[in-house]
């Protein structure tokens, strides 16, 4: 059986508002109406399923249909529902589950009056990151994105694998037309100096450079992360950072949550690594990290005026001096200890702490990239996943590529803010925990558990048209250009 094209989803209160007016009764349930393409071949009926996010919905269908439209009543407002369906053909064979499409019913008050959505493109072969369900209230039409707003240069932290772990500084030019070229600044070991590469950017910012390599581009340009997703490669992780002019020592100020993949230098890929949440650090504007809780360090920094780079120098530790890039506006900086004599190498990225979040702040859908070694299968594995979140904190992480040609992993669990912008997220069956630091807009959390660090972007359908010229306009020190997050 044919797969569903164009599953679109309507908010069917919409519809007795315009034809019923403002007035009609809230109750406390909603209505949506599902509507899809009809496969090719000989379709008989569909089954339908449907539930709230973090709950298993694909277990059994809940309505069965013979047309390609179904509305739904009853859902409760609040709550996000999760939606697919399947076909079924005149012997009773169902097909595959079609896009899982999610929607947000609102509250009272904040729900769309006349808007549809519809599923999000591919990537490269890959399905596309579910969620397109409008803005972060559900009221407007998402942003959508192509190669031109991928037009910058970035410094960008690297962590890889060629038969050992390495670290490396680029410069990463993209174009704006679907070429980019990697400069190399600085390597711990080996590889090519100038290196030319095609990319593409869909709907959601979903970003595929040469079919291989996958992540996703920011809605705003600011950050693009990025994997290796082919068996035949090595696999590695990349986090850019939009070079930008004017940025001074005093733009590093605050507290950050260091997230840290590190390895002896020059070790085998079967040797140990550490990839824990690093602590905290922090910056005082003058040119001074000092270490404030588990693995910080004590460090000087400067920032290059010209182009946001980051140089920190050790005051004593593991590390002599790190490469890296701080964001234009404060709230993140990457950076990677590429010295074969030093003790170890490390891939850290500091998120500059939020006071107070709430689990509503971290409300929506992402792509997510991982770099992790695993020590079942004895090797490093590059992924990237979709990852939804809802208000209460609730999570949905499904994988839609990988390098180790594995079976996609799925989980479900919960995530919850501390109150300095900690996050920790805990698996519903195997209770597998990790951490991480979350951005004072909510936006931006990194996050590692044992022998694994993750980098995702929000999916640039999250966002609708206002929100992003709202948070294009904040300034400097924790303010508004950051659409990233990041984990498990």
Request: charged content about 20%.
């Amino acid at each position: 059986m044919e797969r569903f094209t164009h599953f679109r989803l309507f908010c069917g209160v919409t519809v007795c508002l315009m034809f019923f007016g403002v007035l009609l009764p809230a109750a406390h349930a909603e209505d949506v109406t599902l509507a899809w393409d009809k496969p090719e071949g000989t379709v008989t009926g569909y089954n339908v399923y449907h539930g709230k996010m973090g709950t298993d919905f694909k277990s059994a269908p809940q309505i069965k249909v013979d047309q390609p439209s179904c509305e739904i009543s009853g859902l409760e407002q609040g709550e996000m529902y999760g939606f697919m369906a399947t076909s079924v053909d005149e012997n009773g064979n169902e097909s595959g589950f079609s896009e899982e499409l999610y929607h947000n019913i609102p509250a009272r008050g904040e729900g769309a009056l006349d808007d549809e959505w519809t599923d999000n493109d591919e990537i490269d072969g890959a399905e596309g990151a579910e969620g397109a369900t409008g803005g972060a209230d559900g009221s407007t039409p998402p942003v959508k994105m192509d190669v031109t707003d991928l037009a910058a240069t970035y410094f960008a932290v690297e962590v890889f694998d060629n038969g050992a772990f390495g670290t490396a500084l680029l410069e990463v030019a993209f174009d704006g037309t679907g070429a980019l070229t990697y400069k190399e600044r600085r390597k711990s070991e080996g590889g090519d100096t100038a290196i030319g590469k095609t990319y593409t950017v869909d709907a959601d910012g979903g970003l595929a450079i040469e079919g291989i390599d996958k992540g996703a581009v920011s809605p705003d340009g600011t950050y693009f992360v990025s994997g290796k997703m082919s068996s035949d490669e090595s696999p590695l992780m990349l986090f850019g950072i939009k070079q930008e002019k004017g940025l001074k020592t005093a733009d590093l100020k605050g507290d950050y949550t260091l997230c840290m993949f590190s390895s002896a230098p020059g070790a085998g890929t079967a040797a140990p690594v550490d990839a824990t949440q690093t602590g905290s650090v922090s910056a005082d504007g003058k040119g001074n990290f000092k270490k404030a809780a588990g693995k910080g360090f004590d460090a000087t920094y400067t920032v290059d005026p010209d182009t946001g780079e980051l140089l920190v120098t050790s005051a004593g530790g593991t590390f002599d001096q790190m490469n890296g890039a701080l964001s234009e506006d404060g709230s993140i900086f990457a950076a990677v200890d590429t010295s074969s004599a030093d003790d170890t190498l490390m891939f850290v990225i500091g998120i500059k702490a939020a006071a107070n979040p709430a689990p509503a702040d971290l409300t929506g859908s992402y792509f997510v990239n991982e770099f992790e070694y695993d020590e079942t299968l004895q090797m490093p594995i590059g992924s990237l996943s979709k990852l939804s979140i809802t208000g209460d904190g609730g999570y949905n992480l499904e994988q839609i590529a990988n390098s180790c040609d594995c079976p996609p992993e799925e989980s479900s669990g919960m995530l919850v803010p501390g109150e300095s912008g900690e996050i920790q997220t805990v698996d519903d069956i195997t209770q597998e925990s990790a951490s991480g630091g979350l951005s004072p807009n909510g936006e931006v959390f990194t996050a590692v558990k044992e022998n694994a660090i993750s980098v995702g972007i929000l999916q640039a359908t999250s966002k609708a048209p206002a929100d992003v010229a709202a948070e294009d306009s904040g300034g400097g020190g924790g303010g508004g250009s950051c659409f990233i997050a990041s984990l498990f």
